[in-house]
């Protein structure tokens, strides 16, 4: 914050985090077995355990009280936090995108068609009767994916298709119960070792200052990778520990592990972050794990 700033009063933001249920997408994960999961971990890193990290929200909602639209950060008591390319990148572990080369959007890209027929596998017949349309938006239905990742043989296309519908499904929420055409250009061109990390921070902060100004609205960035980030600054993993340094570390799957209280209400939960001091934190162990 620049010295003398005063933080602008911001009137209460009646925020919905409504979310795609994700117990199908759960029951494919389990049915797999190690070899293919560990297919999955070693292209798109550890998207997963998100599956695990309850939406809290009574939390998210407090949470978003405190978000600063002239600052882009969450401005508590006495303390300012933000999340960082770095620490999602940590929390997400993905080697195919450990590359400071970020994702943007460019003029000539192949159409939604063909994106679907390159991630898929599938014939243009199948792609075009499955493609929907709302608007000037363009979908695919979530339960077309599911069909197609529960009856395909090549294990690989089976990944990418399932990779695909957690990122327009968990990652990137907009269309409940469908996959975005926007999500596909992004996830077309992690062949070429971009970081989603960017567009993913983008995402949340755009969601939370539309809300905030607005002063209601849905949010539509990852809010249980935003909820991770979050509780990675009340934590210990150990006060000497090596794990960290482990190339099998997942700090993801430490926060997952972890059993936390959920009958807490917004109010103490708001009354919690507004005296919120720098003692009460802890540098964040993703800085040491990445």
């Not at 991630?119 to 197609?148: C, H």
Request: proline share 3%; aromatic share 14%; charged share 25%.
């Amino acid at each position: 914050m620049a010295e003398g700033y005063i933080s602008e009063s911001w009137d209460f933001t009646r925020i919905s985090v409504t979310q795609n249920c994700l117990q199908e997408l759960k029951e494919i994960w389990d049915q797999w077995n190690d070899e293919v999961k560990q297919l999955f971990y070693s292209g798109y890193g550890d998207l997963p355990y998100l599956f695990e990290i309850k939406v809290d929200k009574h939390l998210f909602r407090a949470l978003a009280q405190f978000w600063n639209p002239a600052y882009s950060c969450f401005t508590f008591g006495g303390v300012d936090l933000v999340p960082t390319v770095e620490e999602y990148m940590a929390l997400l572990r993905c080697s195919k995108i450990q590359v400071y080369k970020a994702y943007s959007g460019v003029v000539n890209i192949p159409t939604f068609l063909k994106k679907l027929m390159n991630i898929t596998g599938m014939s243009e017949q199948w792609v075009i009767a499955r493609i929907k349309q709302k608007r000037d938006s363009k979908f695919i239905p979530w339960k077309n994916l599911k069909d197609l990742i529960l009856a395909y043989p090549d294990t690989n296309k089976k990944v990418d298709a399932f990779a695909l519908s957690v990122y327009g499904l968990v990652v990137f929420p907009k269309a409940l119960g469908h996959v975005d055409e926007a999500v596909t250009d992004l996830f077309d061109r992690l062949d070429n070792r971009v970081t989603p990390v960017p567009a993913i921070l983008a995402e949340t902060f755009k969601s939370l200052n539309e809300c905030r100004r607005a002063g209601e609205g849905r949010f539509i960035g990852c809010a249980r990778l935003l909820l991770a980030w979050f509780h990675s600054y009340f934590w210990k993993v150990d006060k000497v520990s090596y794990r960290v340094f482990s190339e099998n570390y997942s700090p993801l799957k430490e926060i997952v592990a972890i059993s936390r209280q959920d009958d807490i209400t917004k109010e103490k939960w708001m009354e919690m972050l507004q005296n919120l001091q720098e003692e009460d934190i802890e540098l964040s162990s993703l800085e040491t794990s990445r």
